[in-house]
């Protein structure tokens, strides 16, 4: 059974940082692509970053590049989510998945992700 699991939600403060982590299980984690998906009240999936299994490629939505990194550690099975910089339009649910292609503009298709964390609500007041 693949299990994902989000922490580090929060209220925080426009300007402010948060970190999100997923811990793994299961034996995905060292041969599939993470990726962090947001959903607003009333809004589909929106990606937010990925990083592949092998080099740790890391792919970013424009609205978050130079404020997100997304960083793996492959021996704790988890992957972080440092978010900095942030506003109130970063408010969502943060959910992470895990995908089996490992590059290519799929990485950014909801769709194309097989598991998937319940996830961790971030709110950023202004």
């Known amino acids: 059974q693949v299990q994902l699991v989000e922490s580090g939600g929060g209220l925080v403060q426009a300007g402010g940082s948060l970190r999100l982590s997923c811990a793994a299980s299961g034996r995905i984690f060292n041969s599939y692509t993470m990726g962090w998906f947001r959903q607003a009240p009333g809004k589909e999936h929106e990606f937010v970053a990925a990083i592949t299994w092998n080099v740790g490629i890391a792919y970013y939505a424009d609205s978050v590049k130079g404020r997100f990194t997304i960083s793996r550690d492959n021996a704790k099975n988890t992957v972080y989510l440092q978010m900095n910089s942030l506003k109130p339009e970063d408010t969502s649910v943060y959910f992470c998945?895990?995908?089996?292609?490992?590059?290519?503009?799929?990485?950014?298709?909801?769709?194309?992700?097989?598991?998937w964390g319940q996830g961790t609500q971030v709110t950023v007041s202004s």
């Open positions: 998945a895990a995908n089996p292609a490992t590059s290519g503009p799929t990485l950014r298709v909801t769709s194309t992700y097989h598991y």
